[in-house]
Antibody, heavy 126, light 108 residues
């Protein structure tokens, strides 16, 4: 079964740090670009960050740039999000999601977010 | 950054009716890299439509997408009670991979 399972969420004080993990199974993790998306309570979906399949390139939303770091370990089939200098407005459910991939010819194929994890809740509060 | 604006904010319809949801982009979405997702309360988003008009695996053919450039539409024909949800559009062609603010579909 193709699935993504997040972990690492919890309660943290403003200014604190947290590292989220996303364990992938059922597909060739190393082929896919991966994303983090968040959703504040009662609000909409907001894209947070993206990493390419070989970790050569990362991208961030302006709201988290310089504070969050996305990474991956293809040997462990795991995606990470290191979150530092957390603020109250970072309180949200964080989802990991599968994106595009490189095909057999090495060409990038953009793909909508077809697989999502169940989400992990991050609460930033004193 | 491509800003996606969805309308209406809320849509209230009866089972059996047809729903039309709109998503307008602030600039052209490259190669129609426009997706629609459904999210029910307490659940994970579910991919419905990709490439503006292609149905994702396992999605009933009541759900259809159309449009190109800056104007896109999700149509749900013959609404069923389980279609009650929030629907989001998203462009996935270039970073930042923005989402619209969502349309809440309520079934009477």
């Amino acid at each position: 079964e193709v699935q993504l399972v997040e972990s690492g969420g919890g309660l943290v004080q403003p200014g604190g740090s947290l590292r989220l993990s996303c364990a992938a199974s059922g597909f060739i993790f190393s082929n896919y670009w991966m994303h983090w998306v968040r959703q504040a309570p009662g609000k909409g979906l907001v894209w947070v960050s993206r990493i390419t399949s070989d970790e050569s390139s990362t991208s961030y939303a302006d709201s988290v740039k310089g504070r969050f770091t996305i990474s991956r370990d293809n040997a462990k089939n795991t995606l990470y999000l290191q979150m530092d200098s957390l603020r109250a407005e970072d309180t949200a459910v964080f989802y990991c999601a599968r994106g595009g991939y490189y095909d057999s010819s090495g060409s990038y194929q953009a793909q909508a977010f077809d697989i999502w994890g169940q989400g992990t809740m991050v609460t930033v509060s004193s | 950054e491509i800003v996606l604006t969805q309308s209406p904010g809320t849509l209230s319809l009866s089972p059996g009716e047809r729903a039309t949801l709109s998503c307008r982009a602030s600039q052209s979405v490259s190669s129609s890299y426009l997706a629609w997702y459904q999210q029910k309360p307490g659940q994970t988003p579910r991919l419905l439509i990709y490439g503006a008009s292609s149905g994702a695996t396992g999605i009933p053919d009541r759900f259809s997408g159309s449009g190109s450039g800056t104007d896109f539409t999700l149509t749900i024909s013959r609404l069923e009670p389980e279609d009650s949800a929030v629907y989001y559009c998203q462009q996935y062609g270039s970073s930042p991979y923005t989402f619209g603010q969502g349309t809440k579909l309520e079934l009477k």
